[in-house]
Nanobody, 117 residues
């Protein structure tokens, strides 16, 4: 079955960086686009970034454009989110999701990111 497992979360200082990873299994990874999302306490889940199956195109939410970069390694079945210039408001649980026919159809369990001094 499809399984997505995020890692790389933790505590970062404002202005710092973190790199999240999402390991995929149970399907042909390079057939599908992938995405990252986050959910802060008391807020709805927010889309952050999406990458096509071939990594030729990416799309970002305005809130993270220029600070976050999505990438993937189809040989390793992994997708990444490089987060730079972190702000306290980036504190949230971060999720990866598979994107298929306009739907985010499978989700990981999430990894906590806390930005605080």
């Amino acid at each position: 079955q499809v399984k997505l497992v995020e890692s790389g979360g933790g505590l970062a200082q404002p202005g710092g960086s973190l790199r999240l990873s999402c390991a995929a299994s149970g399907y042909i990874f390079d057939n599908y686009a992938m995405s990252w999302h986050r959910q802060a306490p008391g807020k709805e889940r927010e889309f952050l970034a999406r990458i096509t199956n071939t990594a030729l195109a990416t799309h970002y939410a305005d809130s993270v454009k220029g600070r976050f970069t999505i990438s993937r390694d189809n040989d390793k079945n992994e997708v990444y989110l490089q987060m730079n210039s972190l702000k306290p408001e980036d504190t949230a649980v971060y999720y990866c999701a598979r994107f298929y026919l306009g739907i985010f159809d499978h989700w990981g369990q999430g990894t906590q990111v806390t930005v605080s001094s």
